[in-house]
């Protein structure tokens, strides 16, 4: 817990010396939500998993994008008979494009990890994810992305859950950023 606190605080600090460059017009700091719509699991052991997140984020220049939040995943748990709760520290990078059509809009590719647990530099408790967005007005976002995760049974008398899914996620993103 002590590293995961250390690791939130240092990002932290890494955001507040990028303030400076706020000041400039393509960057700004973001707030961001998302869930996913549904999800689809691809091998035969995996289990449903869907995912919402919460993220406080930077944009550096026109197109990148980091972001640290929370994220709460929902495993479908056959042995249970419902749903188990896991949860984590997040962090993302996205390449965002706008479109040259219209002034508002376009589609971003971005990456993540989801890091739970009590020892954050285990190998156990994590989940990691690639996908696309379509941004429409700016702010909101369709996504669709393939997501891996590998978390500790809920009870003990269960097996690791490790799931490969395919997810749709609606969010939104609003931005500082000066337009």
């Known amino acids: 817990m002590k590293r995961i606190i250390n690791m939130c ?12 460059l706020s000041a400039q017009e393509r960057n700004g700091f973001t707030l961001g939500l998302s869930s996913d719509l549904f999800s689809v699991p ?15 984020g930077y944009g550096v220049g ?8 929370w994220e709460n995943h929902l495993l479908l748990e056959p042995a249970l008979s419902g749903y188990a709760s896991k949860n984590g520290l997040l962090l993302e990078a996205e390449y965002r494009t706008e479109s040259r059509r219209y ?3 376009g589609f971003g590719f971005n990456v993540q990890l989801v890091k739970g647990g009590g020892d954050f530099f285990s190998v156990d408790d994590y989940s990691a994810g690639a996908g696309m967005r379509w941004y429409t007005a700016g702010n909101f976002f369709i996504g669709s992305g393939f997501r891996y995760d590998n978390w500790l049974p809920a009870q003990p008398q269960l097996q690791n859950t490790t799931s490969l899914n395919w997810y749709w996620q609606l969010g939104i993103k609003i931005s500082s950023r000066k337009e």
Not at 9 to 20: C, M, N, Q, R
């Open 62 to 69: 026109k197109h990148l994008h980091f972001a640290v939040g």
């Open 42 to 56: 691809l091998t035969e052991g995996s289990n449903s998993v869907r995912a919402g997140s919460v993220s406080v």
């Open 103 to 105: 002034r508002r809009g």
């Open 9 to 20: 605080l240092g990002v932290v600090i890494v955001f507040a010396s990028l303030l400076p």
